[in-house]
């Protein structure tokens, strides 16, 4: 893309697992997409994502396949599959060089992309993370790591992993104090590394609705953490039985529950849900992004959610919500929203202590709604300061030493 006066423009490229049915990835994208067409109109923007094609449609921005090898991330069982992968991984490592050499800036927008706390292997993302930081450093392409989520990492290989690319990041901020935290812990200099709220906050919110009875309940394909795998099987028993149960009091009380998901992969759960309680007051939604999202939760009474993006759905939209929290972000992002009380152990999914929960948080919905009013109007106002600190790290007006390479 060129400015109006035919010069090249400032090349920015975003970087992740977007486009991939990831509703929170998406969302932290659009954020940024947003904060880059306001704040910088003539910056030419392109992609190196997970699902090109969707970003591309959506987003109206060109959009390269993330890894060379199509079956990245299916368990490779035969010889043929695991050549593919090993060769993949040589061949994306000058896939990444080679896009990251053609920008002036790099932008990783928001996702959990410095911690472990689903199952995750450090030749997947980690790896490709780890190829995108240091081909910044090497070629002196600004790589941003914006609104990040980071949690301390026992697996020794994804440690050092994303130890590294934090370190050859050329600019990190954190969608919480804990994230921050966990990146020093794990031997990384965050001194100059800023907190602020979710990207997702800088999405706009829709209206609110009259009062409809309605209990929006969002649920996971949730196994436990990396750290979970041994006993996956019967942390994801534990939480669809405990849910369901929940569900089915509502259900049973008369309340009318509408199912939310915020992946692909969590429509079989909402699924079983549906089949066990088999009544017509539970209904699915169908969201194909967190605007989408957030108009489901600002419809209904009380959210109750399991999914940090759903959370952050529901609280952006001024809704009274209970987190089935499973990682301490949550429980972080609950505490700064001022609904600490509110958080129930994604693991240990107790129906009765739920319903007593949930209870209580319907009986205080007029004073949390106004707590959240405040809450959204601080966490506006820290995203603009944000996208201004963002603003001075990454486009310096005399430092653009890739802006003789014209767009394609």
């Not at 880059?36 to 959506?58: I, S």
């Not at 149960?245 to 549906?274: K, M, N, S, Y």
């Amino acid at each position: 893309m060129t400015s109006g006066d035919g010069t090249s423009s400032t090349r920015v490229g975003v970087f992740g697992l977007l486009g991939s049915g990831n509703l929170g990835n998406d969302g932290s994208l659009e954020a940024v997409l947003g904060y880059l067409r306001a704040e910088h109109p003539t910056a030419f923007v392109d992609a190196l994502c997970g699902g090109p094609e969707v970003v591309a449609a959506r987003y109206r921005i060109p959009a390269t396949r993330l890894h060379w090898y199509r079956g990245e991330y299916r368990t490779a069982s035969r010889a043929g599959a695991v050549a593919g992968k090993g060769l993949g991984k040589l061949v994306d490592a000058f896939r990444t060089a080679a896009w990251v050499r053609r920008h002036d800036v790099v932008i990783v927008p928001g996702m959990g992309v410095l911690e472990a706390t689903l199952p995750l292997r450090p030749w997947g993302f980690p790896y490709s993370l780890f190829l995108l930081c240091a081909s910044g450093r090497l070629f002196g392409t600004r790589v941003a790591l914006v609104g990040v989520g980071a949690a301390e990492i026992g697996n020794r290989s994804t440690r050092t992993l994303i130890r590294w690319s934090a370190r050859l990041a050329a600019y990190r901020s954190y969608r919480d104090a804990q994230s921050r935290d966990a990146m020093r812990a794990m031997g990384v200099d965050t001194a100059r590394d800023e907190v602020y709220p979710d990207l997702a906050f800088a999405l706009p919110a829709p209206g609110a609705s009259a009062p409809s009875g309605l209990v929006c309940v969002g649920v996971m394909d949730f196994h436990g953490g990396d750290d979970d795998r041994a006993r996956a099987g019967e942390i994801h028993r534990r939480y669809l039985d405990g849910t369901t149960r929940f569900v089915r009091t509502l259900v049973e009380d008369g309340r009318p529950v509408r199912l939310l998901t915020g992946d692909a992969c969590d429509a079989p759960v909402a699924a079983a849900i549906l089949d066990a309680v088999d009544s017509p007051l539970v209904t699915t939604a169908d969201a194909a992004s967190l605007a989408d999202l957030m108009k489901e939760t600002a419809a209904a009474d009380t959210v109750v959610a399991t999914r940090y993006h759903n959370l952050i759905c529901a609280l952006k939209a001024g809704t009274p919500t209970l987190a089935l929290s499973y990682a301490a972000k949550s429980d972080a992002l609950m505490d700064r929203m001022g609904l600490a009380a509110y958080c129930h152990p994604a693991r240990e999914v107790d129906a009765d202590r739920l319903l007593e929960q949930f209870r209580s948080l319907e009986k205080h919905s007029a004073e949390l709604r106004q707590t959240l009013t405040e809450r959204n109007h601080v966490a506006a106002r820290q995203l603009e300061d944000q996208f201004t600190a963002l603003t001075t790290a990454l486009f310096p007006a005399a430092d653009h030493p890739h802006t003789s390479r014209k767009a394609p």
